[in-house]
């Protein structure tokens, strides 16, 4: 390496560097305990199947049950839930949206977990609101739950229901939405399609490959109830960021629903799956993706042969600053393709993967810069998504193939930015030579994080480098977000960047966090109109 680790953020930094080529299955773990030892306020645990948390007056329960294979559902008609979840999901469905968050603190107070009303949040999501026409829009009442379970693991004691709360809120609204449009919601599985164990993996894989629904729907039902978990996620880690539509909210799908099943548990992650099986075949306005060479769908199949002319002892390499800053710069200018061959190349030169990770965020980081919006934002939950799945996935293969494909899908995200609209003739380069006058007080950064974003973004840059404690900024985000937070973007967003300065390395980390203002908010924002409301229902 040839570089002195200086600081204690920095070495536990390299210790997750270090763990992600032996156990990538543990690096949230590590960036969850990484946090904890850097906070004042609160204390967690976090474990592989849950999460204990203490809050003010409120249990949040934690031991989650390992859960066997799922029991094949004999009801007609729409889906019904397993277990005691079925009574607070028709609870959250039937309640009026004027009343809910009441009707909820009261099953609260009389002892209903945390655990328990996150589940049913997202049963009721998925129950009542379809991935369609697009995996986005309405469906961000599924998409947003684990960031919001997010945002409450890391939040105030005395505020952390306001994130599921907003979340129960605003399910309501696309419940309405969905009722409006089309009436739809989940039917249980045809039980007379439901193929046997042995056959269900093969069938799974052929109807995805051929974007088949149907037989992959009765498919999903079978690998559920005979797989294990990370047999599971191997396989949907192969489709999740296989293409582009929905600019990303398969594999933030994926990514999220996952977690929240770790966190809940499995005995009803068949709808769950079912339902992300559903968005992940969706094609809206395109015909058969396996019949054509759509753009959406053309780096997957490019990645793969460049992936396999990447040497096995790939993770060995050392990091490279030149090569990020590259490729940083391919980004803005250069196509999906050349970008990733760009980054294989780096690869087999020799530079680590993380590097390539580190050009991804930052570039993601830069195109919001250029245009804050909606297609900004999700480069960057887009990539903190891929970045899970790599993280995830046992498949060594599959790991080098989502790495390029990561860098891929940051030239498409700037190219649907330019349909939108013009982009600043800024580069992140130019962005570093960049000053303003500096500050370190939090209470003037958060201030100008809704007044200025560009002067923000310096300030923070410069306040970071100045060595000031980034936890404090990162709490202070979070906690502008708990109150101020006003749609799922807030929320989605905020948990997606914040989780992800421990993904990027110490050199870069800075930049990242200090672009990341660009849809963050601050203290000069509009309060929530569901913050009063929700302490009130809590305290009453």
Known sequence: MGKQVKSVYDQSWWMYRQASMIQPFKLREMSMVHFQSNSDRRQFLVQSSGA????????????????????????????????????????????????????????????????????????????????????GFKFHTVLVVNSCHLASLHGPDEDRWLPIFWALDYFKSAQADEARQSGWQMQAVDEARVP??????????????????????????????????????????????????????????????????????????????????????????????????YEADRPWRT?????????????????????????????????????????????????????????????AGELLMRQPGIVGLHGLTTANAVHFIYQQTRDENLRKRLVLQACAFNPLFRGAAEGRGSLKQLSFAQWKERSDTPTNELSELSENISRD??????????????????????????????LRGRNTHDYKYSSAVLEDFNSVSPEWRNDFLALSVFNLKGSGDSMSNLVERTREALQS
Not at 89 to 113: C, H, N
Not at 201 to 229: I, N, P, Y
Not at 268 to 286: C, K, Q, Y
């Open 453 to 482: 974003k560009m002067k923000a973004s310096i300030q923070v840059r410069d306040y970071l480098n100045g060595g000031n404690n980034p936890y404090e900024l990162i709490d202070e985000a979070r906690r502008q977000v708990f």
């Open 303 to 363: 990645n793969d042969p460049l992936a396999g002319e990447i040497p096995i002892e790939w993770q060995s390499g050392e990091l490279n600053s030149t090569a990020t800053r590259d490729l940083i710069a391919a980004m803005h200018r250069d196509s999906a393709g050349d970008v990733s061959k760009a980054a294989q190349q780096a690869i087999v030169d020799g530079v680590n993967p993380q590097s390539i990770w580190d050009a991804v965020f930052v570039s």
């Open 52 to 135: 204990v948390l203490g809050a003010a007056g409120l249990s949040f329960f934690g031991v989650l049950p390992r859960v066997s294979r799922a029991e094949a559902s004999l009801e007609t008609g729409r889906v019904i839930y397993k277990g005691q979840i079925e009574p607070l999901v028709e609870l959250i469905e039937t309640t009026d949206r004027g009343q809910l968050l009441e009707k909820v603190a009261e099953k609260i107070r009389s002892g209903t977990s945390y655990q328990e009303v996150l589940s049913a949040l997202l049963l009721a999501g998925v129950r009542n609101v379809q991935p369609r026409p697009s995996v």
């Open 196 to 293: 046997a164990p042995e056959q269900a993996r093969s069938l799974f894989v052929d109807a995805m490959e051929r974007w088949d629904v149907e037989q992959a729907d009765v498919a999903t039902a079978a690998l559920v109830r005979s797989s294990g978990s990370n047999e599971l996620f191997d396989l949907y880690a192969n489709y999740a960021a296989r293409d582009f539509r929905s600019i990303g909210h398969k594999a933030i799908f994926l990514a999220n629903a996952w977690r929240t099943l770790q966190v809940i548990g499995w005995q009803n992650a068949e709808p769950v799956l079912r339902s992300l099986t559903f968005a992940i075949l969706n094609h809206e306005g395109d015909g058969d993706p396996s019949q054509h060479d």
